[in-house]
């Protein structure tokens, strides 16, 4: 067997030429095998997803759990060795603030960002963003650089 000889299994295909609903001569006419009555047997009829035929649905038999917290703050990482990329390929020069991060497309305009400390840096940077991890400002400063917490 290659792939030259490859078929489907025997039944697992079943090509219906009948165009249903074409009228009483084609065998498939009136109710073009949709039954009568019924939500099924209309235009328009779609399931809901996850119905099971009236039974309990999945969704609506298993438990909810757990906690969300109204106040939680979700803050945008970056790391080092990002910016330090972008240094390297001359888009920061000294300063790097929300402006400049929005500007690389490492953050977006009204998202809280916290600086990494993955990688190094070798730049001298000012960063000032609204956190930092104590291993991204002790390499920032190691370099050279300034931190600023908005």
Do not use: W
């Not at 079943?14 to 047997?41: F, I, L, M, P, Y």
């Amino acid at each position: 067997m290659d792939l030259s000889n490859l078929r489907p299994a025997k039944g697992s295909v079943q090509n219906n030429s009948k165009r249903v609903g074409r009228g009483e001569g084609s065998g498939k006419g009136g109710t073009a095998t949709r039954g009568h009555k019924g939500a099924k047997s209309r235009s328009g009829y779609s399931r809901k997803i996850g119905f099971e035929g009236g039974q309990m649905p999945l969704q609506r038999r298993v438990p909810k759990f757990g906690f969300t917290n109204i106040n939680r703050k979700d803050y945008q990482g970056i790391n080092l060795d990002t910016l330090q990329g972008l240094v390297d390929n001359g888009r920061i020069k000294d300063t790097v603030d929300m402006q400049v991060l929005v500007e690389n497309g490492l953050a977006r305009k009204n998202e809280l960002v916290k600086i990494l400390g993955r990688g190094e840096l070798k730049a001298t940077l000012k960063i000032s963003v609204h956190k930092f991890t104590a291993s991204a400002k002790e390499a920032i400063e190691a370099a050279g650089g300034e931190v600023v917490t908005l």
